[in-house]
């Protein structure tokens, strides 16, 4: 559509008045099909076009018409409203024309009741009013423009009609109350009396249209957080630009306007802060004066305690039924160990009773034989003492080597022999079975010492063997059981750094050789082995109080009293009882010995330095095998 621009404003007004029907069609694009659209007068372009229409009828250019449509609807709707319009003429008349800055520009035009409130309809109409009653062409007295009260009226409007120049004057406007209330500590009742009103007042800077109030004592949780949120986040759109000391535009040179700029943006910055400040301290002072806050920490801690006393509850509820589980487990371990040791007693009293008859049994045998042969006394010669002493022998040999039945036996053969030859016969082939036993005895152990010196090829590795050495390979087997990462390595190493031979090591087959002949050998070889250790200590004892020419006290133990060997059930028992006592507890070592029966305070403390020593040497012995 080529039309020119009063054709397009008469067919926009015509639209409007609805003069051309909606059903008409217009032609959009000349090449395209033609459409039937029902135009409707709404939208961004149609506001533009109304607003260039109703310059181009008021006969002003378009730039100056376009103004906005809520200040165009409310000069149509409030004409003749001048309620808000209050003149104050005594404090126009003393205003001093140069000295702008420091006048009320609302109070000038009269509108100092609606202040930042008035609109720009109400700041135009009322500076028409003023300027009615106040220009000099109005009055009888002739004063020059620059001198008279007038120029304050001019300054007024250029301010408050320009809106970035009003927001400036606005951001400095004295009226304004920055003060920031204290903290209420006595009174709480007035919080909201007191602090809602500033709230109120300082939301008008804000950014954000939707600014959330102080509100009052129902609010919840959330809304409380959210405005205090909010303000600790506070965006202000105050600026102090209108306080500039220096006007830059008075400067002589383009040097002096920098200077000045930057003096004046130095100090916009820094009142910028301390508005900044001044809301955060208002907030602060707020939240610690909010009851709401008060009471939601009040009630957060109670829920906090709670929670604290029901922890602890069921903390010691757990600790009783761990307490109750131990002691339990404890009196298990003791009724178990007593009844093995009753167990124990009664096998030991059923095998004394045994010993005891068969001692019974073969006293009489014994008796009865040597009675049965003094009847036979021509089994000797009387006169030839060689062969009585060695009868005598023959006696005690057999006495001592055979047992009740064999005795017995023998003594049956003896009466049912019906002469000396007879009894002869069966004496000395006894005496013959005897001695080859023996024999064979002999030989065997001689066998079985000559194969293990083959096996090990050291002919003079038993040289090194003495007790104190067996004990200590004794104690590295029980202290590296089998299963241990390089059991006779470690073996080997624990006994060298322990051992008082100096001279050629112990390796891993010296002590793997002596460990199964000690297996091989009998219970009694240990047996003596141990004697014969606890005899050197005594007299060890002995040798260092003769040195120090004291005689030591040596008791001689009675073999009844001698430590017995810790079970595995009473090593368990005294693990369990030291994790229920531990250190640090009262009389731990006598709670210690309640908990295991048949043990006196001085075996449990001994116990434990042992197994200290074993833990100690079993690193020691571990990081020197590593070593080599």
Same mark, same amino acid.
């Given at each position: ?34 459409i039937?659209?029902?135009i ?13 229409y109703?310059s ?21 709707e ?7 319009? /209050?003149?104050?003429?005594k ?30 309809h109400?700041?135009?109409k009322?500076? $028409?009013?003023?300027v ?28 408050l009609g320009?809106?970035?120049?009003r927001?400036?004057?606005?951001s ?14 006595n ?10 009103p500033?709230f ?12 959330p ?5 129902n609010?919840?949780?959330?809304a ?21 000391e220096e006007d ?17 943006k ?33 009630r957060?801690?109670r ?20 307490k ?5 487990e404890q009196?298990? /371990? ?28 073969? $006293? ?14 021509d ?17 005690d040999?057999?006495?001592?080597r055979?047992s009740?039945?064999?005795l ?40 079985? #010492?000559?194969g293990?010196?083959?096996?090990r ?5 038993d ?24 059991r006779w390595d470690?073996?080997?190493?624990y ?10 090591k ?6 793997i050789?002596?460990a ?8 009694q ?26 005689l ?6 009675d073999?009844g009293?001698?430590d ?14 030291m ?7 009262? #009389?731990?070592?006598?709670k ?7 043990r006196?305070?001085?075996?449990v ?15 020691q012995?571990v ?6």
């Open positions: 559509m080529n039309i020119n621009k009063r054709y397009r404003y008469r067919y926009l007004r015509a639209l409007t008045l609805g003069d051309v029907p909606c059903e008409e069609p217009i032609v959009v694009c000349p090449w395209a099909g033609l039937s659209r029902c409707e007068p709404a939208g961004e372009c149609y506001q533009q076009l109304l607003r260039s109703h181009y009828s008021n006969g002003t250019s378009v730039d100056d018409g376009e103004e906005d449509l809520d200040d165009s609807s409310s000069d149509s409030s004409d003749d409203d001048d309620s808000f319009f /209050v003149a104050d003429d404090y126009l008349i003393k205003l001093d024309p140069v000295n702008f800055k420091a006048q009320d520009h609302y109070r000038v035009l009269g509108l100092h009741k609606l202040r930042y409130k008035a609109t720009s109400q700041i135009r009322a500076h $028409r009013i003023q009615l009653r106040h220009h000099p062409d109005k009055r009888d007295n002739c004063i020059k423009l620059e001198d008279d009260y007038f120029g304050c009226l001019t300054r007024a409007f250029e301010i320009d809106k970035l120049k927001r400036a004057y606005d400095a406007d004295e009226s304004f109350n920055n003060k920031v209330p204290d903290v209420i500590k009174k709480p009742e007035t919080f909201f009396n007191v602090f809602g500033v109120s007042s300082n939301a008008r800077w804000s950014l954000m249209k939707s600014v109030l102080l509100g009052d004592t609010d919840s949780r959330d409380v957080e959210k405005f205090y949120d909010f303000w600790y986040n506070f965006k202000s759109w105050r600026e102090f630009s209108y306080l500039d830059k535009e008075k400067a002589s040179d383009r040097d002096e306007r920098r200077w000045i700029d930057k003096q004046n130095a100090e916009r910055q820094r009142l910028k802060r301390d508005e900044t400040l001044r809301i955060r301290q208002l907030v602060d002072n707020a939240r610690s004066s909010d009851p709401r806050i008060k009471a939601f920490k009040e957060d801690q829920v906090k305690e709670e929670a604290k006393l029901a922890r602890k509850e069921a903390a010691r509820q757990r600790e009783d039924d761990l109750q589980q131990r002691l339990k009196e298990d /371990v003791r009724q178990r160990v007593e009844e093995e040791k009753r167990l124990a007693d009664e096998k030991a009293a059923v095998e004394k009773r045994e010993r005891d008859v068969e001692r019974s049994q073969l $006293r009489k045998q014994r008796k009865r034989f040597r009675d049965r042969l003094q009847r036979w006394n089994l000797i010669d009387e006169t030839d003492d060689r062969a009585r002493v060695e009868m005598m022998i023959h006696i040999l057999l006495c001592e055979l009740a039945v064999e017995g036996e023998l003594t049956d053969k003896l009466d049912a022999a019906g002469d000396v030859d007879g009894a002869k016969t069966a004496f000395h082939g006894a005496i013959n079975d005897v001695r080859s036993h023996i024999e064979k005895e002999r030989l065997e152990s001689l066998t079985g #010492g000559s293990l010196g083959a096996k090829g050291d002919a003079g590795a040289q090194k063997w003495n007790d104190s050495n067996i004990q200590l390979l004794i104690k590295a087997v029980k202290l590296f059981p089998a299963g241990y990462q390089k470690v073996v080997a190493n006994i060298n750094d322990h051992c008082e031979i100096i001279g050629p112990f390796t891993q087959k010296h002590c050789a002596k199964k002949k000690l297996q091989q050998s009998s219970e070889l240990k047996v003596e082995a141990n004697t014969k250790a606890y005899e050197k200590y005594e007299q060890q004892q002995l040798d260092n109080g003769a040195t120090n020419g004291v030591p006290d040596i008791t001689i133990r073999p009293t001698i017995q060997p810790w079970s595995s059930e009473e090593q368990k028992l005294l693990e369990q009882a994790r229920t006592y531990p250190q640090g507890v009262d #009389g731990r070592w006598d210690i010995k309640e908990c295991l029966p048949g006196t305070k001085r075996d403390t001994k116990r434990y330095k042992e197994l200290v020593e074993m833990v100690k040497a079993r690193k012995a990081q020197s095998a590593d070593k080599r």
